[in-house]
């Protein structure tokens, strides 16, 4: 295959050789199961406990017990299990509270859950964001009270960018007796993250934002916190999810870790340059654009820019000549035609909304890639400009 530009890498990420390399042999000769009784199954627990602690280690949860095993982290299969499944224990272990409240730029894994729980009765209460996508204290103080039974918001946002106050906001829960989740996929291996430093209860991460692959994912329940299983059977991770567990993911999501954390500050100095470039690049040579987000506060890998008066999704298209891979708003809403309910929660213009590409860099990303971009992409908004009659009225007021 010709060269990929792949900059969408919040959408997904590359397995990273060596994690492909550590989790070869649990397809081959690796392949008991850790619930047998003789060793050839039975001893491969110990690796999932070595795996366990890596992902502890990433995101500074230090309690091991007696056995020197994290029982803070629960193997899931992906992020949108562990929202799931924190969101509803929570509810489940609260009957009599009703309300749950999350941002409004909260990912589909916990919006589309909550519009469910909705229909059941519950009050779901969103947050606002300004027009730079930030979350105001003085909103989450209104919010929350003493009918809540867990707030939920995300710690960076996956279309943006911006990181939230998460521990500012937990701080509001325990106050009011709700309890805390955050969905941390976009942001562990991205952002240095301490749980034994914060007072969050319940984190979900996804084994394919930071190259280990799909299929994996994990739910940090800090010790004393009560959970009620989403996945019934087994007695399978201290019977907490039953199912057999997904030896091979599990491996890998340790050995991702374990590079994240080895890696953290110089990868997070590359992306961040070359995201910067591309924005001041792209602002030098095309006219008519917004950068959306929180310039203080987001995360150093994503570039949301706004193509004023044409559509993302023609760019897309455009761009996909080139071997270009990025997306408009978040590759879940792709498909749809309606702009991305974050874009929209920040109140920007149709006009602005409906144009806006993500791009988002990895470890694996070069100058080159974003030369590359930078080379292909003014013809592109210029050519898409000369057929749009927003475009062409723009002036005409
Ligand atoms: N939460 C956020 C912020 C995400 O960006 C995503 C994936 O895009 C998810 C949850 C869902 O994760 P998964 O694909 O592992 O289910």
Known sequence: MDRIIYVDNNATTAVAPE??????PYFTELYGNPSSMYRFGGELGKDIEIA???????IGSTYRDKDNKS??????SCGTESDNAAILSALQLNPEKRKIVISEVEHPAILSLCKDIQRKGYIIELIPVDK????NLADVEKAVDANTAIVSVMWANNEIGNIYPVNEIAKIAHKNGALFHTDAVQAVGKVPINMDENEIDLLSLSGHKLHAPKGIGALYIRRGTRFRPFIIGGHQESSRRAGTENLAGIVALGKACELAKENIENENIVVKKLRNSLEIKIAEQISDIRINGDFENRLPNTASISFEYIEGEAILMLLDQFNICASSGSAC????LEPSHVLRAMGLPYTAAHGTIRFSFSRYNTQADVDFIVEKLPPVIEKLREYSPFWQDKDKK
Do not use: C, H, P, Q
């Open 19 to 24: 994690v492909f390399e550590e989790m070869k």
């Open 52 to 58: 366990r602690n890596k992902v502890a280690d990433l």
């Open 71 to 76: 029982s803070e982290i629960l193997f899931t």
């Open 132 to 135: 730079k996508g930030k979350i």
């Open 333 to 336: 809403t792709t498909g749809s």
